[in-house]
């Protein structure tokens, strides 16, 4: 049986996840008060429904209850999520992931019981800002606190050399998890450059002009190496 999620308010980012969660073969519940949202929703979502999700009768007249988890997405009503956190709670669902506007409204939410607390506009923030300030690196991603995953070009003065000769690990305290370079292959008869992903690179494979090296470390780490040419 495939899992069961509800997603309640349906703005860009509630219904960006529903998208999501239906590709992953997860069963969506999708609320939101505006009849207009949930009919753009209708034909992706497994169930689509107009009603108030501050409304805790509502919520199990369309059996929210039996969920296996919820996601809050109501934008910037804070006064709403908050009443919406707390009848989930009360109807028994124990996993629920909320968006906060607000690092005010994020302890809030902790407070009352969510698992996790999503702040994507912040987050788009500060990713943004990352690849504009360090124009080497590609991508930028919070895994745990503290932890970030990150896309760096190859310095120039590693390229050519193994990665066991780069000392990225003695030098800049990161992990190397992956190598992106581009390899030429034969599509139809036609040579062509397909981008090849290495998950588990060894101390001898070679940084090539071009390479991204996926690395795991802390962000004074990551900046470290983003700054090294």
Request: aromatic share 6%.
């Amino acid at each position: 049986m495939n899992r069961q999620i509800a997603v309640l308010g349906l703005g860009r980012f509630g219904s960006s996840v529903v998208e999501a969660l239906v590709k992953h073969r997860v069963d969506v519940l999708a609320i939101d008060h505006n009849p207009e949202n949930v009919q753009s929703i209708s034909e992706i979502a497994t169930y689509a429904v107009q009603c108030d999700a501050t409304d805790v009768k509502a919520l199990r007249a369309v059996n929210a209850q039996d969920v296996d988890a919820a996601v809050v997405s109501m934008g910037q009503d804070v006064e709403a999520t908050i009443l919406i956190v707390m009848i989930l709670k009360d109807l028994g669902i124990k996993d629920i992931i909320a968006k906060a506007s607000t690092t005010l409204h994020g302890k809030i939410l902790t407070n009352l019981g969510v698992r996790e607390v999503i702040y994507p506009e912040r987050d788009a923030a500060v990713r943004l800002s990352r690849r504009l300030a360090t124009p080497r690196v590609l991508q930028y991603l919070e895994v745990s606190s503290g932890y970030f995953i990150e896309e760096v070009k190859v310095p120039r003065t590693m390229v050519g050399k193994r990665l066991g000769e780069s000392n990225l690990r003695s030098k800049y305290k990161v992990n190397v998890i992956a190598i992106k370079h581009w390899v030429q292959k034969t599509v139809k008869g036609q040579a062509v450059m397909e981008l090849d992903f290495n998950f588990m690179p060894s101390p001898a494979d070679r940084l090539d002009d071009g390479d991204v090296i996926v690395v795991l470390g802390k962000p004074t780490d990551l900046e470290w190496l983003a700054a090294f040419e």
